[in-house]
C-alpha cells in the first residue's frame, strides 16, 4: 500500500481521478495510471472499484451531489416562483461553465450505466427533482390531480432540456456572451422566455 493507510486510499484515489477528469475527461482515466500517480500497487484500485466504470461513477456521484447543491442553493435564494426557475436555469450553466468535464461526464455517454449503479441513478433522480419541485410548489403538490402533476413533470422536463442545451453550446463555444454581459445576465436572456412558459397538456384534436 506504500505510504497511504489502507482507509485513505480510496479517496486519494477519487482525488486523482478528480484531476486527471477535470484536466484531460474521461478517456485520460484508467485504474492502471491511478495506481502509478498514487503511488499503490496496481491490484488496489481494484479493491475499492469494480473497474474504470466503479471509479467514474463514484466521481459522477460526487458530481451530481454538488450539481444538485448548486441548484438547490438557487432555489432557495429566490422565493418567487419565475424568479427561481430562471436562477435554476442560470445555476445550471454557471455548473457547466465551472465543471466542462464533470458536466460532459454526468451526462455524456462515458457515465456509467445508471442501472448498474443504483447510487448514481439516485443521485441523478434528485438533482431532476430539484428543478421538478421548483416548478411546483411543495404546497401545492400534494392537491395536485395526475393531469397537473403530468403538467409539472412536463414543465420541469422542458426546463431542464432549454438549460442544458444553452449549456452545451456555450461550453462548447457555440454561443459566447457580449463581453459587456457576464454569463448569468447573459443565461437569463436566454431563459426569459421559455422556463417560465406553461405546458399546454391538452391533446390534439
Known sequence: MGKYH??????VLLQQAENILTDEGPA?????????LTGVSEAAPYRHFDGKDG????????A???????????????????????????AYVQFAVEN??????????????LDQYPELRDAADNAFDVLQRAVTSVDRKAEMTLAEAAS??????????????????VIDGMI?????????SFVLGLLAEDLTMP???????
Open 64 to 90: 451530481f451531489e454538488r450539481f444538485a447543491e448548486q441548484l438547490e442553493s438557487a432555489a432557495e435564494s429566490h422565493p418567487d416562483h419565475e424568479e427561481r426557475i430562471m436562477a435554476l436555469g442560470a
Open 176 to 184: 459566447v456572451p457580449p463581453a459587456d454581459q457576464d454569463l448569468s
Open 55 to 62: 471509479i467514474l461513477a463514484a466521481v459522477a456521484i460526487a
Open 6 to 11: 489502507h482507509g485513505d486510499v480510496r479517496n
Open 100 to 113: 466542462p468535464q464533470h458536466f460532459r461526464l454526468i451526462f455524456g455517454r462515458e457515465r456509467p450505466p
Open 152 to 169: 409539472a413533470y412536463n414543465r420541469a422536463l422542458a426546463a431542464w432540456s432549454r438549460a442544458h442545451g444553452i449549456a452545451m453550446l
Open 199 to 205: 405546458v399546454n397538456t391538452a391533446k390534439a384534436p
Open 28 to 36: 485520460g482515466l484508467s485504474l492502471r495510471r491511478l495506481a502509478r
